[in-house]
DNA sequence: GCCCCTTGTTAGTGGTCGTTAACACTGTTG
DNA sequence: CAACAGTGTTAACGACCACTAACAAGGGGC
């Protein structure tokens, strides 16, 4: 499987991963039927298994392509480097914002279907994942040095999971013009992190 | 069966909702058997038909039940209405914090499996929620009244998120004393709504 | 002792679903 | 043209699974 072919046109396997990652997201993993997924690109059943050696092997990819990604931005930014490590954070908190709203289905995949990978591929995500954490912590200490690692971890994750909860609440609504929602999630982050900071309850 | 039958302490339908909750939020509700159910409560696949109508109806009690329980507990606050708004939004995420943290698994199937529900029961489910989400915005916008409808409700849709994320953040970890988690996530969640109250991006 | 309700059991059934097999069409290459 | 790689089709298979059928054991009420 050479990987130098450049398609100018989005791939078979990237319609595919597309629509999976929607109708996994909808339905979930074992609530979709290959049947659907290859109905929603065209072909029908087991024409998949020409790009995927199986409904799993998709799942897969969706999730460690994902959690790459999440990564790879995060380092940059942090590569980056703004003025301050203030600068940073809210890089972050933007580039996941960006992330949750332009790909609502795999972000809402991602944390909800881990456990139907195999047992490598999940340790692969895993660890994507506590990678992606712990950079976030890192920055989050420097902001704000009063916070312990072990509030800051806690933090963190409570933030994705408020970030994260975008595609679950809109699930056709009314949501305001997307700049507004960015602004809005972003104060709330940031309002969070300050507050873990704080020590009065 | 030689146990002394215990005069139901727990009847045996909540036992079964109980471990049902467990299975449902480890792997999904199209992830387990009934059999697994069954066994889970030493009783084996079919004899759970002498409780449920099917495993549907597990699922449709489970999440009726929670989304019934947060709304009165929540109202239940509203109600006993503390000195000011403040109090009772104190006490509507302290409330939900103790929810998040007694009951993981509920909270983990709630969000994830709504869709697997029969139409009846999703519409009653999305109308509990619905109004348990009202009741968090009218508070939200008395304590914080630049706020607007829109901002408050995206604002409490968003600390869901964040108060749900402890089950998920907590496979088996290291999270400190209980307490302290409850008090971190107290900070977080007004620290997030005092922050959505403010107009500085 | 008899009835019957409750709560189990095991065996079987029908349907769904992931996957494989066998075959067909297309365009490129030599 | 012949060979072939790529991509699609339909048919069938085997496993799993929710659910039903038929039957059994315990235990009150009369």
């Given at each position: 499987?050479?990987?130098?072919?450049?398609?100018?046109?989005?791939?078979?396997?990237?319609?595919?991963?597309?629509?999976?990652?929607?109708?996994?997201a909808?339905?979930?993993?074992?609530?979709?039927?290959?049947?659907?997924i290859?109905?929603?690109?065209?072909?029908?059943?087991?024409?998949?298994?020409?790009?995927?050696?199986?409904?799993?092997?998709?799942?897969?990819?969706?999730?460690?392509?994902?959690?790459?990604?999440?990564?790879?931005?995060?380092?940059?930014?942090?590569?980056?480097?703004?003025?301050?490590?203030?600068?940073?954070?809210?890089?972050?908190?933007?580039?996941?914002?960006?992330?949750?709203?332009?790909?609502?289905?795999?972000?809402?995949?991602?944390?909800?279907?881990?456990?139907?990978?195999?047992?490598?591929?999940?340790?692969?995500?895993?660890?994507?994942?506590?990678?992606?954490?712990?950079?976030?912590?890192?920055?989050?200490?420097?902001?704000?040095p009063?916070?312990?690692?072990?509030?800051?971890?806690?933090?963190?994750?409570?933030?994705?999971?408020l970030?994260?909860?975008?595609?679950?609440?809109?699930?056709?609504?009314?949501?305001?013009?997307?700049?507004?929602?960015?602004?809005?999630?972003?104060?709330?982050?940031?309002?969070?992190?300050?507050?873990?900071?704080?020590?009065?309850?």
């Amino acid at each position: 499987m050479s990987s130098t072919k450049a398609p100018a046109t989005v791939s078979r396997r990237e319609q595919i991963l597309k629509e999976a990652a929607r109708l996994f997201a909808e339905r979930g993993f074992h609530g979709v039927g290959v049947d659907e997924i290859g109905a929603a690109v065209g072909i029908s059943g087991p024409g998949l298994y020409r790009h995927f050696a199986g409904k799993d092997a998709m799942l897969a990819e969706l999730l460690v392509g994902i959690s790459e990604r999440l990564l790879d931005g995060g380092r940059l930014r942090v590569a980056d480097g703004g003025e301050s490590a203030e600068e940073v954070l809210h890089a972050l908190i933007e580039g996941h914002i960006d992330f949750a709203l332009d790909d609502r289905p795999l972000i809402t995949v991602h944390d909800r279907e881990l456990d139907r990978l195999r047992e490598v591929d999940r340790k692969r995500v895993r660890q994507l994942q506590r990678q992606y954490v712990e950079l976030w912590v890192e920055v989050v200490r420097e902001v704000y040095p009063a916070c312990t690692e072990a509030e800051a971890r806690a933090a963190v994750h409570a933030v994705f999971g408020l970030l994260n909860s975008t595609p679950h609440l809109s699930p056709r609504a009314s949501l305001p013009p997307r700049t507004a929602t960015e602004a809005l999630l972003k104060r709330l982050a940031l309002g969070a992190f300050a507050a873990a900071a704080g020590r009065e309850g």
